[in-house]
């Protein structure tokens, strides 16, 4: 980034590109003065649920999880959808054909 200069601010921007531009090349520190507080809301959409894993398993599940480059929580995941996917089959009642 280039150095700070203290350039008077925009009142607006003509496009998202004369913003970026403009960022670009100065600080935000240097416009503490113009900021003013935000009120943001949102909504959270994705809950997590916590289960209590055997310590053994959870070290496993680290070990192959690193190998696969991937996070505990999503290889864990995986295997549970295929897991429940395989069960939810195998408890379906099979059709008899006519």
Known sequence: MAASKK????????????????W????LADYEGYLKPAKVNFRLQR???LLAV?????AQLRA??????????TVA????????SSELRRRRPQRRAA
Do not use: M, Q, Y
């Open 77 to 84: 995941n995986l295997w549970l959808r295929e897991r429940l």
């Open 54 to 58: 055997d310590p053994d398993i959870a």
């Open 24 to 27: 670009d090349g100065h600080s």
């Open 64 to 73: 192959v999880s690193k190998t696969r480059g991937l996070s505990p929580e």
């Open 47 to 49: 809950r997590i649920h």
């Open 7 to 22: 350039d008077p601010l925009p009142k607006d921007f003509a496009n998202l590109e004369a913003a970026v531009d403009f």
